[in-house]
């Protein structure tokens, strides 16, 4: 075998590959004999028609046969050669295949840039932790209470904060009239037209008023946009939100705490956990900024678009879980890669510099640390280890696990190293 590597870029490399005549012979008759077995034709049974005959019949199936077992066979020895790690599929060209002759190919491919490491340890950053909020617990408290709040009638005007029952009729101008009927308005979200929301304000139970509506430019139906209108409100209910007092009892429907103290205890606990972690990353965040403008490298292509690729799907698997089907949305990948790309790019490159240093300085995690983690994981999750690992390699998080692990040691390393001012 014959393999040329040409340099196109820092992470671009054009294998020119040929393979020897007797080699292409083997992989002909051994595909001669495979097409052979399965061949059919009037007058024969399968797998025995003679080879003159699948010469001039099967010889287009045989040349498949070779193509698809010869052609990945070379180009995974072309790449054991030149120790050549290709991040994506290659771009196979200039593919020269026929009997008795060599097999000559060009595979341009993409591997991860060679990074010179620079200064990584000793990296001046400013970071100013936030303090925990004293008045968090409170704030949660508050949002706990909004949630378990009720609505209970009540035979007034309808304000601010109140839901409103009410039936409506929008008539855009030059359309049919459209009605909703027992429609609730929490009032004050901005849930519905600004112009509907003035309307109900101040009517009580039976109350009724007419109002001008203008539809929004952006409005979900295409049709409607920058329409005028009218619009028909009568309000059937008036209920104000009634927030449940703040006690031991609140504290007990919230979990197993016996006394309103004991719940501000564990928020307590909770939020300067969350505190910590949040200062945390802005930590990480500073060091890896600091990290990314010491060092100056290209990306392959391939793994930003990758990259993009992840987010955009994250994005549907959102979409999906809140109740909505991704595919009837209008989707402008063009525009949505040039917006994602700069984002994809440091992401990528802040991956690839962060496992640079990793290896350089031992800290990729060893099968331990990884079985320690796993085991872990199972108990948390009340399952046995050996389970829950069978599932983590056939799903490919136990690779994602073990970068997270790299990536985790990695940082604490940087951190530990940095010189850090307020």
Excluded at 103 to 115: N, R
Excluded at 315 to 326: F, I, K, M, S, Y
Excluded at 390 to 412: A, I, Q
Aim: hydrophobic share 40%; net charge negative.
């Amino acid at each position: 075998m014959k393999v040329d590597v040409e340099e196109l870029g820092a992470c671009k490399r054009r294998l020119q590959v040929e393979e020897a005549p007797e080699v292409v012979s083997q992989a002909w008759e051994r595909a001669f004999s495979r097409v052979q077995k399965e061949a059919r034709l009037p007058g024969f049974r399968k797998g025995k028609v003679p080879r003159s005959m699948i010469k001039i019949h099967f010889a287009d199936d045989v040349k498949q046969e070779v193509a698809r077992h010869l052609i990945p066979e070379v180009y995974r020895q072309a790449l054991s050669e030149t120790r050549l790690e290709p991040v994506e599929e290659p771009d196979l060209q200039e593919v020269r295949l026929e009997e008795g002759a060599p097999l000559s190919f060009a595979a341009v491919v993409e591997i991860k840039p060679t990074i010179a490491l620079g200064t990584y340890t000793g990296l001046s950053v400013q970071h100013a932790p936030k303090p925990f909020a004293e008045d968090a617990v409170e704030e949660a408290l508050g949002h706990f209470r909004e949630r378990h709040a009720e609505y209970r009638a009540v035979e007034r005007a309808a304000d601010l904060g109140d839901l409103a029952i009410v039936d409506y009729t929008l008539t855009p101008e030059g359309m049919e009239p459209r009605t909703e009927t027992d429609y609730g308005i929490v009032l004050g979200q901005g849930a519905v037209m600004p112009e509907i929301e003035e309307a109900v304000i101040g009517l009580g139970p039976g109350g009724s008023r007419q109002a001008r509506i203008r539809f929004p430019d952006d409005h979900r139906t295409e049709a409607l946009r920058g329409l005028a209108g009218e619009a028909t409100v009568t309000v059937k209910e008036v209920k104000e939100k009634v927030l449940p007092p703040l006690d031991d009892d609140f504290a007990k429907a919230m979990g197993p705490f016996e006394t309103l103290e004991a719940l501000k205890a564990e928020l307590r606990k909770d939020l300067e956990a969350r505190r910590a972690r949040e200062n945390r990353r802005t930590l990480e965040e500073a060091v890896v900024e600091a990290l990314l403008a010491a060092h100056a490298f290209q990306v392959p292509d391939a793994l930003v678009l990758r990259q993009v690729g992840h987010q955009i799907e994250h994005t549907r698997e959102r979409l999906r879980q809140q109740g909505v089907d991704p595919d009837r949305l209008p989707w402008d990948y063009p525009k949505l890669l040039e917006e994602m790309r700069p984002g994809a790019e440091r992401a990528v490159r802040r991956a690839l510099l962060l496992e640079t240093i990793a290896e350089k300085e031992g800290l990729v995690p060893g099968a331990a640390e990884v079985d320690a983690e796993v085991e872990r994981i199972a108990q948390a999750a009340q399952r046995p280890g050996a389970a829950v690992r069978s599932m983590m390699e056939k799903s490919g998080d136990l690779d994602t696990l073990r970068f997270s692990l790299r990536e985790s040691r990695t940082l604490d390393f940087l951190i530990e190293r940095a010189q850090i001012t307020s």
